[in-house]
């Protein structure tokens, strides 16, 4: 049987607990509330994806409480992103780290034919997900609903939606809904240097503005 509880010490423990040992969470973040693990552990992620009914080509998020903590997971933030990322995390942006040889994720994409893996990351802009996070670890995490449907706003719906197959609940009160996450990579062919995947809260034209700050292309 799952249990909900508010953010406090005993919680935060118990989280970091449930997730050592392979458990699944649900937390509250900036947007939504998500369902998470650690990234490490094959078994737990493949619970995310049985929970949420996802097909397994969707790749999950790995949420960080700073981008100190790319360094301990083997990933690594390319020229211009490295850049980027420190003028908008915490936030609504979502660059595509490249995994270092001997990288233990098990969320990584793009591992085919001898391709360095690659991991989409996000630093949530709320105090109660960075407590989370700094209680845990980074989180491999997707939202907390079932595929296809609408993202839960607070932890009834996360509960209604998911039941006991999640270990614990953590209740941050409701969230502010869905705001995509704008997804950028590096690639050194494109306009300026980057690929924008996804547009969301961040708009593309931003993004572009910074990396000509000052003068010049955001380089290393």
């Known amino acids: 049987m799952s249990v909900t509880c508010g953010i406090d010490e005993q919680s935060l423990a118990e989280a970091a607990r449930i997730v050592q040992s392979g458990g699944l969470i649900v937390i509250p973040t900036d947007t939504v509330y998500g369902i998470a693990c650690d990234p490490r552990n094959a078994d737990a992620i493949a619970r995310i994806y049985e929970a949420k009914r996802r097909p397994r080509f969707k790749a999950l998020q790995v949420l960080l409480a700073s ?3 790319l360094d301990e997971l083997g990933l690594d933030l390319p020229a ?29 994409a793009d ?20 407590a989370i996070l700094k209680a845990t670890g980074p989180l491999a995490a997707s939202s907390a609903n079932r595929s296809g449907e ?34 950028v990579a590096a690639d050194p062919y494109a306009r300026d240097g ?16 910074a990396l000509h700050m000052n003068g010049g292309g955001l380089g290393a």
């Open 194 to 209: 980057v690929d924008i995947l996804r547009e969301g809260v961040i708009p593309a034209t931003t993004i572009r503005k």
């Open 80 to 108: 211009p992103l490295n850049r980027l990322a420190a003028q908008f995390l915490p936030g609504a942006f979502s660059p595509i780290a490249v995994a270092r040889e001997g990288c233990t994720l098990a969320t990584l």
């Open 150 to 183: 609408q993202s839960a706003q607070s932890v009834e719906e996360a509960r209604e939606a998911l039941g006991d197959i999640v270990d614990l609940y953590l209740d941050g009160g409701a969230t502010r809904g869905h705001v995509a996450s704008t997804v």
């Open 67 to 69: 981008t100190d903590q």
């Open 111 to 130: 591992t085919a034919n001898g391709r360095p893996g690659t991991q989409g990351i996000r630093i949530p802009n709320s105090a109660a997900t960075l």
